[in-house]
T-cell receptor, first 111, second 115 residues
Framework: GAGVSQSPRYKVAKRGQDVALRCDPI?????LFWYQQALGQGPEFLTY????????KSGLPSDRFFAERPEGSVSTLKIQRTQQEDSAVYLC?????????FGPGTRLTVL | AQSVTQLDSQVPVFEEAPVELRCNYS??????LFWYVQYPNQGLQLLLK??????LVKGINGFEAEFNKSQTSFHLRKPSVHISDTAEYFC?????????????FGTGTLLAVQP
């Protein structure tokens, strides 16, 4: 079956632009996670959804970062007024148990 | 708070040789433990996981890991590596029974298999 998909795979933004990153989880997966992976680092937790409820957003680095999952399936991570330090790979994962299934990520480059 | 330490940023090894990638963790609560592999420009793929029970866990592609509670370690091993095993390997933990099961990752170890 289909895995987790993310779009776009690559995004180049000028500093100050807003971006929106999409995640399509595996069908039926209740839990959805967003992680940020800086170059040469391990992924770091951003936020967690259970169905449409955002239960944990403790990892969001600033109020410029916003995530939503309005119908409990597709999720969007939005970054407003992008800064160079936002350059990273953004990974989405979904799960129904202890195992998280990861998408290929979106590589965001802010110039 | 939890943390994961992968002391080796890069491990060079010759093809068909054995390898061990080290992982130590810190946590005040019981944890689940995971090893993920990441190939270039791809997402993370689960190699194996420890939830409970036997401390020796076998995973895909011939990898295995042993949970050692007293040493708070979860080292990854393979008796004979292949060129295709070249990738970045991440150790991760999550809280047992935690509200979110979010993963805390180490900084990764690059396994570089040479012919």
């Amino acid at each position: 079956g289909a895995g987790v998909s993310q779009s776009p795979r690559y995004k180049v933004a000028k500093r100050g632009q807003d971006v929106a990153l999409r995640c399509d989880p595996i069908s039926g997966h209740v839990s959805l996670f967003w992680y940020q992976q800086a170059l040469g680092q391990g992924p770091e937790f951003l936020t967690y959804f259970q169905n449409e409820a955002q239960l944990d957003k403790s990892g969001l680095p600033s109020d410029r970062f916003f995530a939503e999952r309005p119908e409990g399936s597709v999720s969007t991570l939005k970054i407003q007024r992008t800064q160079q330090e936002d350059s990273a790979v953004y990974l989405c994962a979904s799960s129904v148990s202890s195992e998280q299934f990861f998408g290929p990520g979106t590589r965001l480059t802010v110039l | 708070a939890q943390s994961v330490t992968q002391l080796d940023s890069q491990v060079p090894v010759f093809e068909e040789a054995p390898v061990e990638l080290r992982c130590n963790y810190s946590s005040s609560v019981s944890v689940y433990l995971f090893w993920y592999v990441q190939y270039p420009n791809q997402g993370l793929q689960l190699l194996l996981k420890y939830l409970s029970g036997s401390t020796l866990v076998k995973g895909i592609n011939g990898f295995e890991a042993e949970f050692n509670k007293s040493q708070t370690s979860f080292h990854l091993r393979k008796p004979s590596v292949h060129i295709s095993d070249t990738a970045e390997y991440f150790c991760a933990v999550s809280s047992y029974g935690g509200a979110t099961n979010k993963l805390i990752f180490g900084t990764g170890t690059l396994l570089a298999v040479q012919p």
